[in-house]
C-alpha cells in the first residue's frame, strides 16, 4: 500500500479552474495504478479518472472528460480540473491500487484500489 495526501481543493466560480495534488509515499508507488474519486453530499462515490502505473494510459468518466486531466510523476498525482460546474461540488479523494491485467489497463472502480487518502472538498459556486 500508499500513504496519500491530497491538497488544492476550495472554492471556486463555475467555469474556474482547480489542481488538486495528491502526495504519495511508499515504495510502492511506481507500481501503482492511480485515480481521483469524489463523494458529494448524500450520494455514492463516483470514480472522476485514473493512471496506470506508467502513466501511459488514462481514463475519465463522462461527466469530466475534455474538462479534467490526470497526471502524475514521481510520489505525485495531480488533477487539473478546468471549466468547473457546480455539480463538480464534493470531496475528492486520491486512490491508489496494484496494477492488474495488461499494461494499458486503468482502474475504473472503487474495488480497483486499497489505498485512499482522506480527501480534499472543492466546492462550486454557481
Known amino acids: 500500500q500508499v500513504e496519500l495526501v491530497e491538497s488544492g481543493g476550495g472554492l471556486v466560480q463555475a467555469g474556474g479552474s482547480l489542481r488538486l495534488s495528491c502526495a504519495a509515499s511508499g515504495r510502492a508507488f511506481s507500481t501503482y495504478d492511480m485515480g481521483w474519486l469524489r463523494q458529494a453530499p448524500g450520494k455514492g462515490r463516483e470514480f472522476v479518472a485514473s493512471?496506470?502505473?506508467?502513466?501511459?494510459a488514462t481514463y475519465y468518466a463522462d461527466s469530466v472528460k475534455g474538462r479534467f486531466t490526470i497526471s502524475r510523476v514521481p510520489n505525485m498525482v495531480y488533477l487539473q480540473m478546468n471549466s468547473l460546474k457546480p455539480e463538480d461540488t464534493a470531496l475528492y479523494y486520491c486512490?491508489?491500487?496494484?496494477?492488474?491485467?495488461?499494461?494499458?489497463?486503468?482502474?475504473?472502480?472503487?474495488?480497483?484500489?486499497?489505498?485512499w487518502g482522506q480527501g480534499t472538498q472543492v466546492t462550486v459556486a454557481s
Open positions: 493512471i496506470n502505473w506508467s502513466g501511459g
Open positions: 486512490a491508489g491500487g496494484p496494477h492488474r491485467g495488461n499494461i494499458f489497463r486503468t482502474p475504473r472502480a472503487e474495488e480497483d484500489f486499497d489505498s
